[in-house]
């Protein structure tokens, strides 16, 4: 690992600016561009803990608010352990929040953000990759299936509702998609049932993309994420582990 630089940058979209996390190798030197998608509790101190990692590891990584239009992050005021079980009304207040950003959007914001990581010095010509975890992972489809020149590799961890009925479900870029992708399912994860799990895969296949699905046995949906209980060291370990190893494949 090496020590890294961050910053806070803005990004102009079609929608405005979006408020982001640049934070990279501390020599400054180009390196492979990663765009990082946040989980439905946004851009905090544990998630830029991971760009940094990812950073450390060789990389330029953007982590940008996705939920930029109702203001910069957090959009939320969120406890330092995140604990949806303490507060009922978590979701009550997120759930809108989630379901207002649409498939239109994320793909016009990727728009803005692939364009300024190639615009960035500290980056390195040539395609990016992209991670993202719980509904991150929609996010990053959405945009390997927008952007199949753009992205080289794309990975999710612990995504919810992936392969639903909805005529924009994430499994239908998947004819689109050029990039290879790597997809860690938790295996408690009511928003993504063993039939997403399958009908996923199966839509992978059948498109001709590269990729490997995994169920993480005994991990709850968000076991990355350790300011929440979901949190599973083994798992998030093993996430790392798969993640870097496909940034390696990729660049």
Not at 44 to 68: E, I, K, Q, W
Not at 190 to 202: G, K, Y
């Amino acid at each position: 690992m090496t020590d890294v630089r961050a910053t806070a940058v803005d990004i102009p979209t079609e929608d405005g600016v979006a408020d982001a996390y640049l934070v990279h190798p501390a020599d400054d030197r180009p390196r492979p561009a990663v765009l990082f998608y946040q989980d439905a509790y946004g851009p905090r101190p544990y998630l830029r803990s991971m760009a940094d990692r990812l950073a450390g590891a060789g990389y330029t990584v953007l982590l940008p608010n996705v939920f930029h239009r109702l203001g910069r992050a957090p959009v939320l005021d969120l406890p330092e352990f995140i604990d949806p079980g303490a507060d009922p009304t978590l979701w009550e207040r997120l759930g809108p929040i989630v379901s207002g950003l649409t498939p239109e959007q994320v793909k016009r914001d990727a728009d803005a953000y692939l364009r300024w990581l190639a615009d960035s010095p500290l980056t390195v010509a040539g395609p990016v990759a992209l991670t993202g975890y719980c509904m991150g992972a929609r996010l990053a489809l959405w945009t390997a299936g927008a952007h199949p020149d753009r992205v080289a590799a794309a990975a999710g961890f612990h995504g919810g509702r992936l392969a639903t009925d909805d005529p924009d479900s994430p499994h239908l870029e998947a004819p689109r998609i050029t990039a290879e992708l790597y997809f860690g399912h938790a295996d408690d994860d009511p928003s993504l049932p063993p039939e997403q799990i399958a009908r996923f895969a199966d839509a992978l296949t059948a498109a001709g993309v590269r990729h490997t699905c995994e169920v993480y046995a005994g991990a709850r949906h968000g076991y990355t994420q350790a300011d929440t209980p979901a949190y599973d060291r083994d798992a998030d370990e093993r996430h790392w582990a798969a993640l870097l190893d496909l940034l390696k494949r990729a660049f």
